[in-house]
């Protein structure tokens, strides 16, 4: 078993003042991500306005199809165009971990 997780640093719009527009941006992310069958939240940078951290797992037999499943949520996180995509932090555990 295999498990891997990816720390997505956010930086929303500068409308995004207050934190019911920041929700507004986070959710439909959150959403989407959670298409791909993996755990989602906001993890991070949750009293900042204009920020958010966003966090996925996922757990697989195999870390090739961890690695796709996070290339996935990768691709669909950098290609929102209301966002700016500061960072990503990925981490793969295996079962000697």
Known sequence: MYTGTAIFDLLLPGDSRSLK???SYVRPILAAL????VSAAE??????????ELGV????????????????????VAGRPEI??????????????
């Open 34 to 37: 959670r298409r791909f069958e």
């Open 84 to 97: 700016e995509l500061l960072s990503i932090r990925r981490r793969l555990y295996g079962a000697d971990d």
């Open 57 to 76: 797992a996922v757990v697989a037999a195999e870390p090739g199809h961890v690695g796709e499943v996070l290339d996935a949520c990768e691709h669909l």
């Open 43 to 52: 993890v991070g940078a949750l009293d900042l306005h204009g920020r958010a």
């Open 21 to 23: 527009a920041k929700r």
